[in-house]
């Protein structure tokens, strides 16, 4: 779950640029985006800023190293960011769609869900296990989907 109310800021020694702000509006916007860098490099394009693929990988590479941004890969081994949650391990579960591959956070019941995976950290942890990170993602076809199975939705 994105932290409320706190805006995204860059890291120290990290350049401000107009891509880097756009991308840091674009989170802020979205709290629960949950992005490729190809959404990221259209964003950015729609919006008139002229950047190449290399610079958007390392603008969000920066931006996950500094724990700002989540990167989960996806089926079919496609990187995708989120904000950071303020969660256990700033982890979110999320769902991922097999027909259109578009990733949603898994938002009703929050409490409970993060219960579970504090659970399920307790446990690996009390097994001896160090250094956990969670991704937790659950598959199978998002509503659009199933709404139209001969048809693959855009995603937004």
Avoid: W
């Avoid at 990221?40 to 603008?59: K, M």
């Avoid at 993060?114 to 509503?143: F, I, N, S, Y």
């Amino acid at each position: 779950m994105p932290i409320a109310n706190a805006p995204l800021t860059l890291p120290a020694g990290m350049r401000s640029t107009r891509a880097s702000q756009a991308v840091l509006a674009l989170f802020a916007a979205r709290p629960d985006a949950v992005v490729s860098e190809a959404d990221v490099e259209r964003s950015l394009q729609a919006q008139g800023i002229a950047v190449n693929r290399v610079t958007v990988y390392r603008l969000l590479n920066k931006l996950h190293a500094a724990g700002l941004l989540q990167r989960s890969v996806d089926a079919d081994r496609i990187a995708r960011y989120m904000p950071s949650g303020a969660d256990a391990g700033g982890q979110a579960p999320r769902f991922e769609c097999d027909g259109c591959h578009q990733q949603f956070r898994l938002a009703g019941h929050q409490a409970r869900l993060q219960t579970a995976l504090r659970a399920l950290r307790q446990e690996l942890q009390a097994a001896g296990h160090e250094e956990l990170r969670l991704d937790l993602a659950v598959r199978g076809r998002c509503a659009g989907c199933v709404q139209t199975p001969d048809a693959m939705h855009a995603a937004s």
